[in-house]
């Protein structure tokens, strides 16, 4: 793939991208899902992997009570960044953790959710759903 080729692979991609935002705002999860699967797919033709496309799908898996698929892009290895801030690894852990509460994984669920009170101990959602699990 030449340079030119990659450079308007990666303008489609984003520009899919931002129309599966769009969709998934207006709360239309099943577009915005294959949007975000169109947009995965060419930034993984040019050897580039944007997250944030896994992370929204995923969330948008959630909104659709799709639990298993939303944790296999959380959890994609090609999906992930070597460093968080600790705000997205707040919502990282909460999303994987609710993941797995409604899969009634409750251990996986719990290891999550204790993740995130480590990182914030004042976080209500986490202390709530740790204390229906125990």
Same mark, same amino acid.
Do not use: W
């Given at each position: 793939?030449?340079?030119?080729?990659?450079?308007?692979?990666?303008?489609?991609?984003?520009?899919? #991208?931002?129309?599966?935002?769009?969709?998934?705002? !207006?709360?239309?999860?099943?577009?915005?899902?294959?949007?975000?699967?169109?947009? +995965?797919?060419?930034?993984? @033709? $040019?050897?580039?992997?944007?997250?944030?496309?896994?992370? %929204?799908?995923?969330?948008?898996?959630?909104?659709?009570?799709? #639990?298993?698929? @939303?944790?296999?892009?959380?959890?994609?290895?090609?999906?992930?960044?070597?460093?968080?801030?600790?705000?997205?690894?707040?919502?990282?852990?909460?999303? +994987?953790?609710? @993941?797995? #509460?409604?899969?009634?994984?409750?251990?996986?669920?719990?290891?999550? #959710?204790?993740? $995130?009170?480590?990182?914030?101990? %004042? !976080?209500?959602?986490?202390?709530? +759903?740790?204390?229906?699990?125990?």
């Amino acid at each position: 793939m030449t340079s030119g080729q990659k450079e308007a692979a990666m303008k489609e991609a984003q520009n899919l #991208y931002q129309l599966a935002c769009n969709k998934f705002n !207006d709360e239309n999860y099943i577009q915005a899902i294959d949007l975000f699967t169109k947009s +995965i797919k060419i930034f993984e @033709a $040019v050897d580039y992997i944007q997250r944030s496309a896994y992370n %929204n799908r995923g969330i948008a898996f959630l909104a659709l009570e799709q #639990y298993e698929n @939303a944790l296999k892009d959380f959890t994609n290895p090609n999906a992930t960044i070597l460093e968080f801030n600790k705000t997205d690894l707040i919502n990282y852990y909460t999303n +994987i953790g609710f @993941a797995y #509460y409604n899969l009634s994984k409750s251990s996986e669920a719990k290891f999550y #959710y204790e993740k $995130v009170l480590k990182l914030d101990p %004042n !976080d209500t959602d986490a202390k709530y +759903i740790l204390s229906q699990l125990k």
